[in-house]
């Protein structure tokens, strides 16, 4: 009933930029918060940042003044711009929505299936 898709994962190199996107659909009446997590191999995923439906955003203090989470709330899309990309940012990235409200009116978290970014030279 609630899908969230990710794309433009891929490999970049130290110093590079990305841009990741997330679109969510489904039957579901809103989505207060999105955002993205990432695990790196052999490694705890762990949240990298988030935005509610109303703008406020928050960090893990490893990429601040790097990444960008940003919403397209009509779309029900939400994107990571990522630059000034480092080795130890290798991961899979993951979209998140913790508290989906759907048509059946269910909260549910909705995962997207991942989309790897690799930062080597």
């Known amino acids: 009933q609630v899908q969230l898709v990710e794309s433009g994962g891929g490999l970049v190199q130290p110093g590079g930029s990305l841009r990741l996107s997330c679109a969510a659909s489904g039957s579901f009446f809103s989505i207060n918060v999105m955002g993205w997590y990432r695990q790196a191999p052999g490694k705890e995923r762990e949240l990298v940042a988030t935005m509610t439906r109303g703008g406020s955003t928050q960090y893990v203090d490893s990429v601040k003044g790097r990444f960008t989470i940003s919403r397209d709330n009509a779309k029900n899309t939400v994107y990571l711009q990522m630059n000034s990309l480092k080795p130890e940012d290798t991961a899979v990235y993951y979209c998140?929505?913790?508290?989906?409200?759907?048509?059946?009116?269910?909260?549910?978290?909705?995962w997207g299936q991942g989309t790897l970014v690799t930062v080597s030279s």
């Open positions: 998140n929505a913790p508290n989906v409200l759907t048509m059946n009116y269910r909260f549910l978290e909705v």
